[in-house]
C-alpha cells in the first residue's frame, strides 16, 4: 500500500500565504500523476490542481494565478503553494497520486486531508 502523508495546513487571513506537501512512501516504482482536491461543507470534491511527470501543470479557475503546484519526483513529493488565499478557499485539501507499485501493479492512493481555514 502506498500511504500519503499531508502537512502544511491551518489558519490564516485573507491575503495570507499557505504551502501544503504531500508525500508518498511505500513500494513504488513510479508515479505518473499528482494532484490536489478540496471539499468544503456540503460541496462535492473539485479538483484544485495537477501535475503530470513532465510537469504539465492545470488549475482550477477559481485559483489561477493564486496557486502554484510542484513536485519532487526524487522525494516523490507534491506541494502547492497557495497566495492570495480567499475564505472561500476554505477547505478539507487532498491530495492524490497515481502511479505503479510494480509491473502492472497500478494505484491510487489518497491523502487524509488537511484543513485550510482562511479568515476575513
Known amino acids: 500500500q502506498v500511504q500519503l502523508v499531508e502537512s502544511g495546513g491551518g489558519l490564516v487571513q485573507a491575503g495570507g500565504s499557505l504551502r501544503l506537501s504531500c508525500a508518498a512512501s511505500g513500494i513504488i516504482f513510479s508515479i505518473n500523476h499528482m494532484g490536489w482536491y478540496r471539499q468544503s461543507s456540503g460541496n462535492e470534491r473539485e479538483l484544485v490542481a495537477t501535475?503530470?511527470?513532465?510537469?504539465?501543470?492545470n488549475y482550477a479557475d477559481s485559483v489561477k494565478g493564486r496557486f502554484t503546484i510542484s513536485r519532487d519526483n526524487a522525494k516523490n513529493t507534491v506541494y502547492l503553494q497557495m497566495n492570495s488565499l480567499k475564505p472561500e478557499d476554505t477547505a478539507i485539501y487532498y491530495c492524490?497520486?497515481?502511479?505503479?507499485?510494480?509491473?502492472?501493479?497500478?494505484?491510487?492512493?489518497w491523502g487524509q486531508g488537511t484543513q485550510v481555514t482562511v479568515s476575513s
Open positions: 492524490r497520486v497515481q502511479g505503479e507499485g510494480g509491473p502492472h501493479r497500478r494505484f491510487v492512493s
Open positions: 501535475i503530470t511527470i513532465g510537469g504539465s501543470t
